[in-house]
């Protein structure tokens, strides 16, 4: 079954060899980069952990977005995708959720944002993240609206693995 796969950076080698996937995606700092084995597809996002824009850091923006979105295009999900960040908390999480809401468009972004915190009591997507994946695609603030709805996550500073399965029904 097709699935993303949601890690923190501390667990991502191990998720890699476990379930060998073929795309991963990570979120992390500049000066941060992390290999990935030979014949796996990498995307690395350079991007801080936060969440005021104000702050001097490199921040979500819409470039970063549509290069997530040609990505997960990429991926025929015939192999788990991997998405991880620091912590698997807040940029992985919305990364994931932005992946599914592009690839399921069918479903409601609020089932979507509904299942992934069933899946994971901690998530606490980041907000920037949501607000230009909306944009977008066109989806006129549902992205937004249903992250809202699920209100904030469990406070935890490093979270499990979190497969997140893209098949409608069992979402």
Excluded: Y
Aim: hydrophobic share 45%.
């Amino acid at each position: 079954m097709p699935k993303i796969i949601i890690t923190p950076l501390s667990g991502l080698l191990d998720i890699v060899r476990i379930h060998e996937p073929s795309h991963v995606v990570t979120l992390t700092s500049p000066e941060q980069r992390i290999d990935t084995p030979d014949g796996v597809a990498h995307l690395h996002i350079s991007i801080k952990d936060i969440t005021d824009p104000a702050e001097d850091a490199p921040q979500p923006h819409d470039h970063h977005i549509k290069a997530l979105l040609e990505f997960g295009r990429l991926w025929d999900a015939s192999a788990p995708l991997v998405v991880s960040c620091r912590a698997g908390i807040s940029h992985s999480i919305a990364a994931a959720f932005i992946l599914v809401c592009d690839r399921l468009d069918h479903v409601r972004e609020s089932e979507i944002a509904a299942a992934l915190r069933k899946r994971a009591a901690h998530a606490h997507p980041d907000r920037l993240m949501i607000q230009s994946a909306d944009a977008t695609l066109g989806r006129d603030g549902r992205m937004i609206d249903a992250i809202e709805a699920i209100g904030p996550g469990e406070v935890i500073d490093n979270a499990p693995p979190v497969n997140f399965p893209l098949a409608f029904g069992i979402l």
